[in-house]
Every structure is written in C-alpha cells, then in structure tokens.
C-alpha cells in the first residue's frame, strides 16, 4: 500500500519554541495531504486541509496563526506549530490522498512534548 | 456535517470468538466508509473500505464489513479474531467524495485474550 512518513516520530522543545513536522507520501503524489491532532484515549480530530500551492484550509478553533501548514509539493507537506506551549503537547498524525486510490493514508504520527 | 458514533468504547474478547464492532453514521446523502485499525505503537492502517457496489466488503486479515444504507450503519466483523487482533478501531466516513475530509468515530479499544 502507499506510504507516508512523517519527521521527527518524537520532538520534546521548551516552551516559546517553534516546530516543524513534515509529512511526506513516499511512492504517491498528494494534492491533498490532512493534519490530525490525538490526545490520549480520544479519536483523531482534523486540524486542516493542506492543499498543494495554496493555503490551508483550517477547522473551527484551530489557529492559524498559530500552527502554520506549508504544502509546497505534492510529495511534503509541513506543519509548525509556532510558540509552543505546554498544552500543545500532543500526538499529530498527517494523511495523505492517494487520488489513485481515492484513500486516504496515514503516517506514524509525531509526539509533540512541550516542557 | 457528519458525524459518526461507534457504540463500543472497550471490548475484551477470548481468542476464536466472534467480533462485531458497530458504527453508525449521520449523513443524508452519499458516503464513503472506512475501518482504519491502529496496533498498539504504529500508525493508522487501513483496513477495508466501502465505495459503491456489494455493501459487504472483505479487507485484509479476515474483516469484512456489511453496508446497510436503511441503517446508516457500517459495522466491522470477523468470525473468530486473535490474539493479534488486539488493536483500536477507527470508522470514518467522507461524504461526497473520498477526497473530502475523514470524519472519525470515537474508536473501539479492542482487547483480545490469549
């Protein structure tokens, strides 16, 4: 099946830092590539859309401004959570479109720690 | 907006019983579903999806699930599961497209016994 990767699989920064997560389909091209946040014992909650070469498309009460999405390729897609805070820490999964399959497919997700 | 409810939160069964995970979704026209399962410490796979066509779906390691559009339900099955099945379970549905967004269910925690 198709495969996406996402790095790091782990980051622990201090608070006031800025991350970088990238999500990358390995032998697929994404138009569309998706960010989930998971907190402990819940399901996955959509934080946004990324579309290749244009702006993210957010969920109601996720800020922008504050986690930024970058889908410069069909192949990468970024997420930075800018100024992190100890409550931001989180396990962020990324998917990816597989337009071929009209599936979509996960990555390993990323463990945020914010200390 | 859709939603989708999966009833079971936790679920412990032997090995060789019979499995039955429900999901019900709300939605009033067109959806594609899916059964995502996430082993313990690895990612999201999927597990079987439904498009169109025969509402009962085979997917990989003996699932399958049945479509009852009257019910709007999609419940996952396997006649006799293993140890290794022990794993959360994910239904999801996008409505108009299967490019759309995933919408999830809360899981099922599944837990079998040796």
């Known amino acids: 099946g198709a495969v996406v990767s996402q790095h790091p699989s782990w980051v622990i920064c201090k608070s006031g830092t800025s991350v970088k997560i990238e999500c990358r389909s390995l032998d697929f091209q994404a138009t569309t590539m998706f960010w989930y946040r998971q907190f402990p014992k819940q399901s996955l909650m959509l934080m946004a859309t990324?579309?290749?070469?244009?702006?993210?498309?957010?969920e109601q009460g996720v800020e922008k401004d504050k986690f930024l999405i970058n889908h410069a390729s069909l192949t990468l897609s970024t997420l930075t959570v800018t100024s992190a805070h100890p409550e931001d820490s989180s396990f962020y999964i990324c998917?990816?479109?597989?337009?071929?399959?009209?599936?979509?497919?996960f990555g390993p997700g990323t463990r945020l720690t914010v200390l | 907006a859709q939603s989708v409810s999966q009833h079971n939160h936790h679920v412990i069964l032997s090995e060789a019983a019979s499995l039955e995970l429900g999901c019900n979704y709300s939605?009033?026209?067109?959806?594609?579903l899916f059964w995502y399962v996430q082993y313990p410490g690895q990612h999201l796979q999927l597990l079987l999806k439904y498009f169109s066509g025969d509402p009962l779906v085979k997917g990989i390691k003996g699932f399958e699930a049945e479509f009852i559009k009257s019910k709007f339900s999609f419940n996952l099955r396997k006649p006799s599961v293993q140890w290794s099945d022990t794993a959360e379970y994910f239904c999801a549905v996008t409505a108009g497209g299967a490019g759309n967004m995933l919408t999830f269910g809360g899981g099922t925690r599944l837990m079998v016994k040796p």
């Open positions: 939605y009033g026209g067109t959806v594609n």
């Open positions: 990324s579309n290749e070469g244009s702006k993210a498309t957010y």
């Open positions: 998917s990816a479109r597989d337009s071929a399959r009209d599936t979509q497919y």
